[in-house]
């Protein structure tokens, strides 16, 4: 190993907790860390063949998309040696998901993500057994690789607004799939590009000449060994983006393709041989698979965030500017209280959204298995708190990856950062799977019915706390603790939700259409969903760390305690303006809030190494000049540039050709 950084060396000595503790904790235990080391030692195995060449940032796009195969590949056999899979559901598929998230080294996506993240779920849970035979084994082998044809050019919010269709022919019990319109092509799948033959294409079913809403079918879209597109079959990429520039993301239209009957995914709808249309029990299933990518976004939120922040903390603790006392030496960055602010806030982010990921992968199964069972009770609150969580997790991880990115100073700007790349696609996380305003809205849907029946209606466990809160002996006196200002946040969720249902009421009383309220009160309803999930990540993360506090030792449990406390004071700070709307909390008490959270930056900094360190991201993954785990940072970034295609000639072309005739006059 290189020879480590003074400062960091210094920092890792003061850190207060074992740090192999931490980072079995936030794996789940001391198996799960081993078993992610094993995957990532099988792909560090391929470090040669994986780590070569010339950085990414300077390939054209077809080079780089030809990497990212070359490099998939790799990965591939790999996950195909590591995984057997014998059951297929999704509550065993995620460990095949954080497989290939975890040890995905691709920083810029992969042309292979979507067949993971999506075409292989929907199979398992829209599949019926005899089509899972089919085309599982195949799938996991790769011997078939799929994409989620779903968004279209002209709507991806409004799926019900899709264009594409699937015609039901009696005569050859086949399906025709066609795009009548341009904006009726698929647009945005990734991997659609140039490498997927398969697509989960979602289209409108017409059966007996009447229209039955989406439904998803499984399309060959090239030939499986000349990789040439069918007859019928017209794509190709969609062309470059802000980031995830290596997921080759597609288009995709059809003139009259015709495939059998049974490449429809009929595990809740069917259509007969005779065409006979049968009903799915509810007509939201087929948005399960949505749902259970927005549970796995909020992890990888976490993951993203975790990357950012593990280089901006120790880039902190190396870089040295200005001097806090006149004579005395420069300050490390990570001095400054302005730094830990952007910083500390963010690592306790790390945890909150953790443990929140986790509740609602719980309540996911919770919930999932009910569904099996024919019970839909608790679905709606299911997509209500996936909705919220996954907006508000992608919105946080975006946001504070930036921070994390400005923290770094102009060193932060540079690609051999990998702060860009990762604000990228912690962004793109904002928009697909759902647009998160579109996703909150979502929320506030649910929750003003839940509203409007609370004295009615039993309450399911996320919005128990309305009920509370509203009850008419409830005190609301503040209290400047955790519990207080949890108590808070609950309060302001409540009153807002209920502020939007008298809104929309008096605005419907008052003539104006349910639709024109909606749309009119909208601002606030976004602005609710957001505090209701605000509010249920704070509680979260105080309710599951006090559980799990005993279980780890006392230096651990202080420190976790202490990421708790800030991000809660920190959050109350962020909002202190809904709280003096809605709460009974004082200017003191925000006074006394800015002080808590100072002295907990203080509190957190001798341990701000050992916690990213305990994340324990290996350098290949991160893949930044300014955090690898040696903090070598300076030595990083010149032998990095050394890499750039310019620096390979002394002078370059264009001097002679140009620049000299034009600094002579001669142009
Ligand atoms: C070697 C391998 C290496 C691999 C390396 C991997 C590397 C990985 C690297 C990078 C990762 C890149 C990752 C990229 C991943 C990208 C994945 C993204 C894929 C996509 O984006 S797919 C497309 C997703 N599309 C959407 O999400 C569309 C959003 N729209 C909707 O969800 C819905 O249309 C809507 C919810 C907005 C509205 O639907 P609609 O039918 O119109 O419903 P409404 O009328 O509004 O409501 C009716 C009623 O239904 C309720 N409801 C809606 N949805 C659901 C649901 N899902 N479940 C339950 N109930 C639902 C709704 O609340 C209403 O209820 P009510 O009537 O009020 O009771
Ligand atoms: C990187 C990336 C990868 C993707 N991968 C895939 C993929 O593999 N497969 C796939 O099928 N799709 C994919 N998508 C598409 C993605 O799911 C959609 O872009 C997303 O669902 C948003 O839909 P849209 O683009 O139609 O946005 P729009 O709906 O057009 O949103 C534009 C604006 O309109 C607003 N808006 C829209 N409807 C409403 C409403 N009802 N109320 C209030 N405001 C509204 C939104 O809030 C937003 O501000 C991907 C997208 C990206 C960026």
Redesign the pocket.
Known sequence: MNKVNEDLLRERSKCTFNIEELTHFLDGGIEVTLERKRREQAVLSKREELFCGVPDEYLSHKEKYENSIRK?TI??KI?RQIYNMENSNLSDYRNVLNG??G??I?QD??P???H???FMPVLISQADEEQKKKWVDRALNCQIIGT?A??ELGH?????GLETTATYDLETQEFILHSPTLTSYKW?P?GLGQTANYCIVVAQLYTKGKCRGIHPFIVQVRDEETHEPLPGIKVGEIGTKMG?NS?NNGYLGFDHVRIPRTNMLMKHAKVLEDGTYIKSKNN?LI??T??F?RVIIVF?SVNYLSKAVTIATRFSAVRRQSQLKEGEPELQILDYVTQQEMIFTAIAGCFAMKFNARRLWDTFNGINTQLHEGNFER??E???LACCLKAVSTADAARFTERCRLACGGHGYMHSSNLPLTYA?TT??CT????NT??LL?TA??LL?VWREIDTVPVTPTIAYLKTVSSPGFQDKWENSIKGIVRGFQIVSMKKISSCVEIMTNKIMSGMSQEDAWNTTSIQLVSAAESHCRAIVLSTFHEDLSKMSSTVSAPLAEVLQQLLELYTVYWALEKYGDLLLYTSISKTDIEYLRRWLVTLLGKIRPNAVGLVDGFDIIDEMLDSTLGAYDGRVYERLMAQAQKSPLNADTVNKSFHKYLKPFMKGKL
């Open positions: 998939g990965l591939f996950l290939v998230l040890a995905s691709s996506g992969s292979f993500g979507l993971y993240i999506m989620y779903q968004t991806g919010t409004f799926i019900r945005w990734g995830l997921v939201k948005y399960g949505m749902v990518v990888d679905l709606g299911l997509h209500a696609l793109a996380s697909y799977e759902g647009d579109v996703l979502q849907r649910f019915k």
